[in-house]
Each structure stands twice: as C-alpha cells, then as structure tokens.
C-alpha cells in the first residue's frame, strides 16, 4: 500500500516536473524555431540594416522593417498616453470614493468589456473612431485623413486595454488596509494626500507591472489595430497618417505572398522581433518594479 | 475653566440601512483620565471611536448624526477644516499600520503635512517622540529603514510616536494590544499611564483585565449602548446592570 503510494507520489511529482519544464520550454522552442526559419534572410543583408532600413520593397529583395516597428511603437506609445490616466482615475474612484453598491455593479462590467473579443472592438473602430477622426477631427487640424490612422489605431488599443489593466490596478488598491488610509487620514492628511502615500505608494510595484503587461498586450495585439490603422508602409511623425504595425504585417500577408522569395524568412524575422520587443518590455518593468521594491 | 471634559457627546446616532450600530450615546470624557471603553465585540466600540476623529466619512454607508464637542466645536457639523481637527487626535489602532516610508518619515509626516521644513526641528521631533515611546535606543541606528523589519510591538510604538508628533490633545486608541505579545502590551499600557498627563487617553478593549489596570473612568458597551459608567472600582465591584454582571462573570 504504501509502495503504491510512493509510485505515484513519484509519477505525480515527475509530471508537475514535466508541465513546469514544459513551459519553461516553450518561449525558448519558440525562439529557436522563428530564428532558424527566419534564417535565410540574413544571407541577403544584415541585422542592422534589416532593423534599421525604411525601405520595404519585397519584390526587389528589400526588407526594412523600420517602418513597422516604428508604427507599433506608435500605436503603443499613444494607447498608454490615452488609456493610463484613465485607468488610474478610474481605479482611486471606485476603490476609494465609489459606495459599495456602484463597485460592485462596475466590477461584472469591466470583466465583460476585458473579455469582448478583439474583432468586436475592431468593428467599433470602423464605425465610430475611424469616421470620428477623418470627418472631425482632420478637418479641425486642416488634414486631409481617411481616418485610418495611427491615432486611430491607438485609441481603440487604449479602449481595448483600460478594462484589462483598470482590472489589475483595482486587485492591487482593494489589498491596501483600511487602516493604512485611516493611519494618513488621522495624522491630518486630505484625502488626496492620503490616497497618494498610502494608496500609490504602497501599490507602486502593482501598478507597474499593471501597466507593463497592458503595454506588452497592447503592443501584441493585432487583429482590432489592423481594423482602423490603414496599413501603410511609411514613417511618419504625424498620427494622422497611416501606418502599419509589425502584427498586422504578419497577419495580412502570411500565406498570400509566400511565392515572393524570402519573404517568408521575412515574416519569421518579423515575429521574432515582435516576440524580442515584447520580451524586452517585460524585462524592463521587471527592473522597474524591482528598483522600486529595494527602495 | 470648565474644560473638565475633553470630548462631550450629545445623542450620537450610526446607522447602517436600518440597523442601529450606536444608539444614542451620551457622554463625557475627562481630561488627561484614561478613559477605557469597555464592552463585547461587535458592541460597536470601534465605530464610537471613528466618529470622535470623523473616520467615519470613509465609509460612506454610516449615517452618523447628533454632536460631539471638542474644545467647544461641534466636530459633526460639516466642515472643511477636518484635517486640522483630526490632527487634535492621535489614532492608534488595533494593528499597527507603518506608512510604506522609512521609521524616520513616518514620525515626520505628520509634522511635514502640518507644513514644517526645517531639518533641525524634524530631527529633533523625530529624536524626542522615538523617546517617548521607548524606541529611539532599539532604531536609532537604522532610522532609514522600513519599518517594516521591526517586531509587531515596535511598530506599535512607532504608530504612537507618530501619533504623538503631531500635537495631538487625545490619544485614540483602539484594543492597541490585541495584536501584540504581553511584554509589549504591558509596554504600551505603561505607556498610556505615562502620558496620561499631557494627553486625554481613550482606549477601547474587550479584555476586562486590561480595563482595570488602565482605567481612571470607565465605559460598558452593549449592543450600541453605553450601559454603565463611572470609576472603575464601584462599576466593577458593584455593577448595577445585568449586562455587566452577565460580562463580568463572563470575563473572568
Ligand atoms: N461600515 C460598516 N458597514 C456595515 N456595518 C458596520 C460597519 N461598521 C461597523 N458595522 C457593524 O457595526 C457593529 C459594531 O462594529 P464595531 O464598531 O466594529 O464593533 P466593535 O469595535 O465593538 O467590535 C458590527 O455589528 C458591525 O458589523
Ligand atoms: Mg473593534
């Protein structure tokens, strides 16, 4: 009996082995796979000037990426600037000023708005931002805009993205102790000021490693960006242009212009740069929230 | 001078929905007396003792009328100078909770809100308060660390020096040792008996034991009533009320 209890006290523990290995395993299969398949391409030119290029002409055998991962950047960067004071506005009043009966009304709610899929949002974007920024706001700016856009493409990310993160931030407030903001409160704080050093502060690593992961996410996503960005191969500083991030390149061409040679190589490049870029966002709010810890 | 009672309570009211957690409590405190509120859990000590520094206004479900008078002023009123009143008061309360700063500016902050700069005066405030409480020889040497490496008790204290760095007149203290170990209870208590001097103490319990040695008044609570008061050797000696009697048999 308890021979048989060893056997599978043993197999159980080798399987958990196994699962964790596993997944260990995976992100390093992944890079291995799309750096040997994207291989080939390097025989035309280098690293540097793949990245670095702005000329994308697969037809000619050239592969600049520049545009693309400058778009993504983009995209990102402006999502952040829209969706992060929202997030965190939203999140201090329903944890901090919202009664009960509105908190727990909202909660149900951001978790449907998180798990709308992407497409949905996409569709939203053609009917109403996409129309909002060519017919409105172009004109306001004397622009001649379709409206597909980087600005486009960065508001419906920034919608996409506060439930998912708003969601994060208000896990990481609800576990601050009443006591702590009665503590600030009672040696004379307002309220704002006792929501910023107790609150805040005592949230500051959640709040970046919300903000990381709706970043890396936000940087990730393809299909609702791809909707309303235009899609075109150009670097430009103005959001009213079009542009043409790195997920929706792949997206778009996998399959369809295999017949051009190295293009597929070029895709396999591109999703590993995307795949190194996410990596990389996720090590810098690791350091991030490591700093802040030791502080 | 008249200023015999620090804190008078006139017909305090807090509901919830329907439900009564205090009803209507009538009471004085005395200055520089510790006064000890004493009753079972649930009595509603720790929401008498909210509304006397108005953190009650963080939960937005209470619904708090009547008045109370601190230095002649009805605290109840709606005010916008609440900061300054609460700062009258120094809250301790049932688990010590350090401002995620360094010892150093948890003893200066509330100094730092009240708006002084000078380095000097903090250092001296922050020297001075550590030794009222007994600290300053165990953190002096690490005043720029978290807090967050002392023991429960020390953090207790630092809470108390914190407290005590803003001025107050009162010292708000909610069953401040339930959560430590009895050297540091007994720490905390000689400290109140201490600062019984300057301050006007009042300290809410559950621990019968703990009412006798502290009190110089005491209150029982039952059910968001205040049951009894008076000197705690009549009260406990001869208790009138059949609520005490049940929770002086009770208690022991
Ligand atoms: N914010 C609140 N919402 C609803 N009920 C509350 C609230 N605060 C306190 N109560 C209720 O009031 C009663 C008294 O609570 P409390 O003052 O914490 O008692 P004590 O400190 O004596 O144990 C309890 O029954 C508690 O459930
Ligand atoms: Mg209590």
Redesign the interface.
Known sequence: MSRRKAIIQYFSQGWMMIALFVILLLPLIIGIALTCKSGPIFRLCGLDELLFSSIWKPTGGQFGFLPFILSSLYVTILSFIFSAPVCILAAIYLTQFA??RLISFMLPVIDILAGIPSVVYGMWGILIVVPFVGESLAPFFNVNSSGYTILSGGIVLAVMCIPYVLNMLIESFKTV??????????????KW?SIK??VL??CSTGIISAFGLGLAKAFGETLAVMMVVGNVVQISGNPLEAGYPLPALIANNYGEMLSIPMYDSALMLASLILLVIVMLINLFFRYLIYKTQKR | MKQDNAIEIHNLNVCVDDQRILKNINLQIPSHKITVLLGPSGCGKTTLL?SL?R?TD?Y??LKVTGQIFIDGEDILKPRNDI??I??K???L???P?P???SIYKNVT??IK??GVKDKKLLDYNVEKRLQEVGLWDEVKDRLHSSPDTLSIGQQQRL?LA??LA?KPRLI?ADEPTSALDPHSSKTIEDLFKKLKDQYTIVVVTHILRQAKRLADHAVFMHFGEVIEQGSPDEMFSNPQSPELKKYLIDGN
């Open positions: 009664s009960k102790p009443n006591g702590l903001v009665e503590a600030t409160l009672s040696l004379g704080a307002t000021e050093h107790s502060r005592k | 909210r520094n953190l963080l937005k479900e900061y300054e609460r700062q008061m120094g809250l309360s049932q688990k909770y401002l995620p700063l902050y509330g809100l009240k809470c914190r407290g803003v708000l």
